[in-house]
Nanobody, 116 residues
Framework: QVQLVESGGGLVQPGGSLRLSCEASRSIFSVYALSWYRQAPGNQRELVATITTGGTTNYADSVNGRFTISRDNAKNTVYLQMNSLKPEGTAVYYC??????????WGQGTQVTVNS
């Protein structure tokens, strides 16, 4: 069974940066669209950013221009570079791998806290 493992979360001050990583346990990424979601306490999980198998990216309006999603298929890793973080960015961040012909894959989540 393929596992996704996120890392890179932590505590950061408003205006700071973090880089999240999500690595698959084996070589599967090339056939999946990859996304980052986040879920704040009391809120529904929301889509933050997506990168397709072809490299096309899409972002939520709330993070557009501040966050960058990228993928390295050779390393089975997807990244989320987060700049100019705001307190409302505090959430558990999850990576997701999606292919319409295969079951969805989810990581366990990594906590990001933006607080002075």
């Amino acid at each position: 069974q393929v596992q996704l493992v996120e890392s890179g979360g932590g505590l950061v001050q408003p205006g700071g940066s973090l880089r999240l990583s999500c690595e698959a346990s084996r070589s599967i990424f090339s056939v999946y669209a990859l996304s980052w979601y986040r879920q704040a306490p009391g809120n529904q999980r929301e889509l933050v950013a997506t990168i397709t198998t072809g490299g096309t990216t899409n972002y939520a309006d709330s993070v557009n221009g501040r966050f960058t999603i990228s993928r390295d298929n050779a390393k089975n890793t997807v990244y989320l570079q987060m700049n100019s973080l705001k307190p409302e960015g505090t959430a558990v961040y999850y990576c997701n791998a999606r292919n319409p012909f295969l079951p969805d894959l989810w990581g366990q989540g990594t906590q990001v806290t933006v607080n002075s």
